[in-house]
């Protein structure tokens, strides 16, 4: 994985303090916290909201089908 060298810096501090073995590691275990809180929010959502995307990505898709 590529990053910033002050990101990587960062990142391998905090993985020391929490005692995960290696960047790498520690860089997936902040990937799943922020999606899933980001699900977390795009749950709370007005479900009208919430699927607007697939609801337009079904609509390109029937145009493709005609």
Known sequence: MELPEEM??????????????????????????????????LDDRDPAQRYFINEALDQLAGRKRE
């Open 8 to 41: 990587a810096d960062e990142l391998a501090r905090i993985a020391e303090a929490f005692e995960i073995r290696d960047v790498n590691e520690a860089a997936l275990i902040g990937l799943a916290d922020w999606i899933a809180r980001r699900k977390s929010e």
